[in-house]
Nanobody, 125 residues
Framework: VQLVESGGGLAQTGGSLRLTCAAS????????LAWFRQAPGKEREGVSY???????YYEDAVKGRFTVSRDNAKNAVYLEMNSLEPEDAAVYYC????????????????????WGQGIQVTVSA
């Protein structure tokens, strides 16, 4: 599975960006799809994920501001980011792991098998 992020760039504080992660090489119906981010000097941290059944999870820092969604027909996952804050500035990565049946999703980088190359999000004060 190859993942490619797009939609990053520069936004003002309070502004919005929409990230897209397009997949190729496999359909995404049975994948947990996640967004992580990494700021300079910090560890990679989870932002949000969406399970094959559409259930979602958000880290506290982004709850109420970010929305994750998926379109299996387009083989894509999205991250709508609103009310952006300078602290949201980072390289954002999408990640995927194929699952079968009911699983406990681990929101740590090591659990995911496929990664995009990352895309920069910059938020100006």
């Amino acid at each position: 599975v190859q993942l490619v992020e797009s939609g990053g760039g520069l936004a003002q504080t309070g502004g919005s960006l929409r990230l897209t992660c397009a997949a190729s090489g496999s359909t995404l119906d049975d994948y947990v799809l996640a967004w992580f981010r990494q700021a300079p000097g910090k560890e990679r941290e989870g932002v949000s994920y969406i399970s094959p059944d559409g259930s979602t999870y958000y880290e506290d820092a982004v709850k109420g501001r970010f929305t994750v969604s998926r379109d299996n027909a387009k083989n894509a996952v999205y991250l709508e980011m609103n009310s952006l804050e300078p602290e949201d500035a980072a390289v954002y990565y999408c990640a995927a792991r194929e699952v079968f049946g009911t699983v406990v999703v681990l929101f740590i980088p090591e659990w995911y098998d496929y990664w995009g190359q990352g895309i920069q999000v910059t938020v100006s004060a």
